[in-house]
């Protein structure tokens, strides 16, 4: 009897270091923290629902942080993450959005690299006893980013999500800043490549911009000097210019 209760006491403390509690931090960000306190996930950006039925171009605002927060840690790094949101509207209408995480091995530059990805978001609305849901394609990689970076994107993301009881799709826009970090504390940060491609892009345009001024710049310059020297040291066309500056105002 002794013993049972001592392995009871030792399966309790083992699971009671795995309750996660989530949170909200200044009205942008929402994760969730284990019971000693550490983020073991954390999700930071602005969210858009675009119905497109009748060919709808009015997006809704999905605030996150407003919502119920629910989720649970990546228990390993073969694990899933997961978070979601739940708005309940003034009319009764339950509104869930859900994001799916998961590690893959990947090939970066011919090397084997794990990775985290966000591979599925889901949107569920629920009213008067009926439902409706949207799920992104299982194959898409929404977010990659190295297992222990965070993702940062300073570009608009969108997600096309379907429903199999639905013609018309939805469409999930993310808008930056865009921070993500699913499996552990943050840490140094994986820019995305479209930001990245951007910035290179603007940093080549800026430094060709700056190189046609010096350019220009010496070249008037050049032609300014060109111009003074011969006046100087070509006396006939010295004294056709004072010749030119003694003649009477018009």
């Given at each position: 009897?002794?013993?049972?209760?001592?392995?009871?006491?030792?399966?309790?403390?083992?699971?009671?270091?795995?309750?996660?509690?989530?949170?909200?931090?200044?009205?942008?960000?929402?994760?969730?923290?284990?019971?000693?306190?550490?983020?073991?996930?954390?999700v930071?950006?602005?969210v858009?629902?675009?119905?497109?039925?009748n060919?709808?171009s009015?997006?809704?605002?999905?605030h996150?942080?407003?919502?119920v927060i629910?989720?649970?840690?990546?228990?390993?790094?073969?694990?899933?993450?997961?978070?979601?949101?739940t708005?309940?509207?003034?009319?009764?209408?339950?509104?869930?959005?859900?994001?799916?995480?998961?590690?893959?091995?990947?090939?970066?530059?011919?090397?084997?690299?794990l990775?985290?990805?966000?591979?599925?978001?889901?949107?569920?609305?629920?009213?008067?006893?009926s439902?409706?849901?949207?799920?992104s394609?299982?194959?898409?990689?929404?977010?990659?980013?190295?297992l222990?970076?965070?993702?940062v994107?300073?570009?608009?993301?969108n997600v096309?999500?379907?429903?199999?009881?639905?013609?018309?799709?939805?469409?999930?826009?993310?808008s930056p800043?865009?921070?993500?970090?699913?499996?552990?504390?943050?840490?140094?940060?994986?820019?995305c490549e479209?930001?990245r491609?951007?910035t290179?892009?603007?940093?080549?345009?800026?430094?060709?911009?700056?190189?046609c001024?010096?350019?220009?710049?010496?070249?008037?310059?050049?032609?300014i000097?060109?111009?003074?020297?011969?006046?100087h040291?070509?006396p006939?066309?010295?004294?056709?210019?004072?010749n030119?500056?003694?003649?009477?105002?018009?």
């Amino acid at each position: 009897m002794m013993l049972f209760f001592l392995i009871l006491l030792i399966m309790n403390l083992s699971f009671g270091d795995t309750a996660e509690t989530s949170f909200v931090f200044e009205n942008q960000t929402i994760g969730m923290k284990k019971e000693d306190g550490e983020t073991c996930m954390s999700v930071t950006f602005q969210v858009e629902i675009l119905n497109e039925q009748n060919n709808n171009s009015v997006p809704i605002d999905f605030h996150l942080p407003s919502g119920v927060i629910k989720g649970k840690c990546a228990a390993d790094r073969k694990s899933e993450a997961v978070i979601s949101s739940t708005i309940e509207e003034a009319d009764g209408r339950l509104k869930t959005l859900k994001f799916v995480f998961r590690t893959e091995e990947m090939r970066v530059k011919r090397v084997d690299e794990l990775r985290w990805i966000l591979n599925k978001v889901v949107y569920v609305e629920k009213f008067a006893g009926s439902s409706a849901v949207f799920e992104s394609d299982n194959s898409s990689v929404i977010f990659s980013a190295p297992l222990t970076q965070k993702y940062v994107c300073e570009d608009r993301i969108n997600v096309t999500l379907h429903s199999e009881n639905f013609d018309f799709p939805i469409l999930v826009m993310f808008s930056p800043e865009i921070d993500v970090q699913p499996y552990g504390p943050k840490s140094n940060f994986y820019l995305c490549e479209r930001t990245r491609k951007r910035t290179l892009s603007e940093s080549l345009q800026h430094r060709s911009t700056v190189f046609c001024g010096v350019v220009l710049a010496i070249s008037s310059i050049a032609h300014i000097v060109g111009h003074m020297l011969r006046r100087h040291f070509m006396p006939h066309r010295k004294e056709l210019y004072e010749n030119l500056d003694r003649l009477p105002a018009i």
